[in-house]
C-alpha cells in the first residue's frame, strides 16, 4: 500500500469527503476491472455505471458457470441413458425365450443402436467444448 491511500475505506473517504462505499467500490473495480476504473476515472462514466457493468459481467460469468455444470450433468445423464439403451437387446431376450424376433424388430433395433453411437459421439464433442 503507498503512503498516499489510506488502508481503511473510511479514513480515505473522510479525507475525499465522500462515503466510505465509494472508496471500497471504487477499490474493488480497480482489482476487478482495470479498464472500467480508469473509465470512472477519466470521467467517462460515473462510479455507479461502472459498478453496474461490472456486476452484469461478473452475473454473467457466474450464469455461465453455472449453465455449463448443469450441461455436464445434463451430457452425464444422457451419455448414461443411451449407453443403457444400447445394452439393451430386446431380440436376444426373445431368443433366449425359444421366440424369433421379426425382422422389421431388428432392423429397428440396429437404427436405434446407430443412433444412440451417433448420440454418444455428439455428447462426447459437448462435453468437450465445454
Not at 43 to 49: A, W
Request: net charge positive.
Amino acid at each position: 500500500m503507498n503512503r498516499r491511500t489510506p488502508a481503511n475505506p473510511a479514513t480515505a473517504a473522510a479525507l475525499l469527503g465522500i462515503g466510505s462505499r465509494y472508496v471500497s467500490d471504487a477499490k474493488r473495480l480497480r482489482r476487478e476491472n482495470p479498464e472500467l476504473f480508469e473509465a470512472v476515472r477519466s470521467g467517462e462514466k460515473s462510479l455507479p455505471e461502472a459498478m453496474r457493468a461490472c456486476n452484469k459481467r461478473a452475473d454473467y460469468t457466474q450464469q455461465q458457470t453455472q449453465d455449463a455444470q448443469i450441461a455436464n450433468r445434463g451430457f452425464g445423464a444422457l451419455k448414461s441413458l443411451a449407453l443403457a439403451l444400447k445394452r439393451f437387446d430386446p431380440a436376444a431376450m426373445m431368443r433366449g425365450a425359444a421366440l424369433e424376433p421379426a425382422r422389421g424388430c431388428v432392423d429397428h433395433i440396429t437404427m436405434i443402436r446407430h443412433w444412440l453411437d451417433e448420440l454418444i459421439v455428439l455428447i462426447d464433442k459437448g462435453e468437450e467444448q465445454l
